[in-house]
Every structure is written in C-alpha cells, then in structure tokens.
C-alpha cells in the first residue's frame, strides 16, 4: 500500500498501470469518459454522508457560491 499527497498523484499512477486505487468517482469522472481510467468490479462501499457548515451571517464568496450550488450535483441522494 502507497499513500499519495494528491489525488492527481493518485489518478496518475493509476492511469500508468501501476496499481489499482479507492477514489470517489466525482474525482475520476472526466478520466473514465476519457478512458484513461476503468473502472473495475468490486466489493460496494457504503455512501459517505457530506455536509457543509458556515457561518449564516457571514458573507459568502462567490466561489463558495458555485462550490455550495454545484454540491448536489456530486451527492444528489440527500441534497437539499
């Protein structure tokens, strides 16, 4: 087992055929429709919950915006 400092490393490795990884498919979705990764039969893991927290009066940035609107996107089963 090798542990990565990114998932590009990751990714990376993975796309030169040197070992398979677990990554979440939001991080790996553009190389599958490339092909430059596959993905392969496996055991199913549970879903993550993912929540996001912030200050309600706090002004929010427009990136945080987009991060906050595009959210359900990648984690639709509860979106709210």
């Given at each position: 087992?090798?542990?990565?400092?990114?998932?590009?490393a990751a990714r990376s490795c993975v796309a030169a055929g040197l070992g398979l990884?677990?990554?979440?498919?939001?991080n790996v979705a553009d190389a599958l429709a490339a092909g430059s990764l596959a993905q392969v039969p496996g055991a199913?893991?549970?879903d993550v919950t993912v929540q996001l927290?912030?200050?309600?009066?706090r002004w929010v940035s427009p990136a945080a915006a987009v991060v906050t609107a595009e959210l359900p996107r990648y984690f639709p089963h509860r979106a709210r």
């Open positions: 087992m090798t542990r990565f400092g990114s998932l590009e990884s677990l990554l979440a498919h939001a199913r893991f549970p927290a912030r200050r309600r009066r």
